[in-house]
């Protein structure tokens, strides 16, 4: 088992810029697969990263490419979301997922959650 914390969330104007961060401890962290899924009020969780456990490549859901970033760094036990131009369709609470060994964009295949943070853009 991992255990994940994340950190970085808040609340952002339109067009802000936000860096969510998950930390890791207890087993290996660079033989995780990592991902990021969100989940807002009333709607199911879902993907929006995956990263593989040497950081790459990457993948992205279709409505944050170009504007999120997931990457790593297994030094420090560690992996970012990098979000930038935030619209009021981001607000939701972000999670932190590790999946042994392989990526996966299916919330499903995960096995270790963190708690999450909430990310709440304004218009």
């Known amino acids: 088992q991992v255990q994940l914390v994340e950190s970085g969330g808040g609340l952002v104007q339109a067009g802000g810029s936000l860096r969510l961060s998950c930390a890791a401890s207890?087993?290996?962290?660079?033989?995780?697969?990592m991902g990021w899924f969100r989940q807002a009020p009333g709607q199911e969780r879902e993907f929006v990263a995956t990263?593989?456990?040497?950081?790459?490549?990457?993948y992205h859901t279709n409505s944050v490419k170009g504007r999120f970033t997931i990457s790593r760094d297994n030094a420090k036990n560690t992996v970012y979301l990098q979000m930038n131009t935030l619209t009021p369709e981001d607000t939701a609470v972000y999670y932190c997922?590790?999946?042994?060994?392989?990526?996966?964009?299916?919330?499903?295949?995960?096995?270790?959650w963190g708690q999450g943070t909430q990310v709440t853009v304004s218009s």
């Open positions: 207890g087993r290996t962290f660079s033989n995780y697969a």
């Open positions: 990263i593989t456990r040497t950081g790459s490549p990457t």
């Open positions: 997922a590790a999946r042994w060994l392989v990526v996966s964009s299916k919330a499903e295949d995960y096995d270790n």
